[in-house]
């Protein structure tokens, strides 16, 4: 399975991005997905998750409010809206999908290459 995200790049505080991952090869069925991101010097935290029928959502608590995390019901695409960006969401986002539901990043099996995400003060 291999997972391609785009939609990052540069904005000013207070923009919005919309990060975008597919998910393509053998994948088998529909997969929970979720982001995470890794700023520079730091460990990589989760953002978000989405169960396989969209139904369960789950938000770090920094991004409650400005993100909200979507999947395309016929494929396995997951989005990410970002508002009311910060200097402190300035990250490498990166889209993972697995077997099972969660928000930690042991619990995805895939993994995609990460985009960038810069917010400028």
């Known amino acids: 399975v291999q997972l391609q995200a785009s939609g990052g790049g540069l904005v000013q505080a207070g923009g919005s991005l919309r990060l975008s991952c597919a998910a393509s090869g053998r994948t088998r069925s529909r997969y929970p997905m979720g982001w995470f991101r890794q700023a520079p010097g730091k460990e990589r935290e989760f953002v978000a998750a989405i169960s396989r029928s969209g139904g369960r959502i789950d938000y770090t608590d920094s991004v409650k409010g400005r993100f909200t995390i979507s999947r395309d019901k016929a494929e396995n695409a997951v989005y990410l809206q970002m508002n009311s960006l910060k200097p402190e969401d300035t990250a490498v986002y990166y889209c993972?999908?697995?077997?099972?539901?969660?928000?930690?990043?042991?619990?995805?099996?895939?993994w995609g290459r990460g985009t960038l995400v810069t917010v400028s003060s």
């Open positions: 993972a999908a697995g077997e099972f539901y969660g928000n930690s990043a042991s619990e995805f099996d895939y």
